[in-house]
């Protein structure tokens, strides 16, 4: 069975850091693009960062750049997303996705994790 399983997330002052990961279980994601989303109350799902397979390319929502950086290691299966100078608008459940298709905009994934809530205070 395949899993994507999110962790790391958590109460954070804002201004303060978290560190997101995502494990893969079940089958390894190289050739897969993998993706952070997040879904506040009452909004849209966003995509907030994206890395391709191999960790040569990476795309961030213009609201975190500078802030968030999205990692991968293959070997380890996962995924991570390091997020500095929160703020209380990056209150969120936080999923990753894999896909294999490679269009930062291509909102079609194969594989959700659960998610992982963040929650940010002013």
């Known amino acids: 069975q395949v899993q994507l399983v999110e962790s790391g997330g958590g109460l954070v002052q804002a201004g303060g850091s978290l560190r997101l990961s995502c494990v893969a279980c079940?089958?390894?994601?190289?050739?897969?693009?993998m993706d952070w989303i997040r879904q506040a109350p009452g909004k849209e799902r966003e995509l907030v960062a994206a890395i391709l397979w191999n960790g040569g390319s990476t795309f961030y929502a213009d609201s975190v750049k500078g802030r968030f950086t999205i990692s991968r290691d293959n070997p380890k299966n996962t995924v991570y997303l390091q997020m500095n100078s929160l703020k209380p608008e990056n209150t969120a459940v936080y999923y990753c996705?894999?896909?294999?298709?490679?269009?930062?905009?291509?909102?079609?994934?194969?594989?959700w994790g659960q998610g992982t809530q963040v929650t940010v205070s002013s």
């Open positions: 996705a894999a896909t294999t298709r490679s269009g930062w905009s291509d909102s079609r994934f194969d594989y």
């Open positions: 079940g089958r390894t994601f190289v050739g897969y693009k």
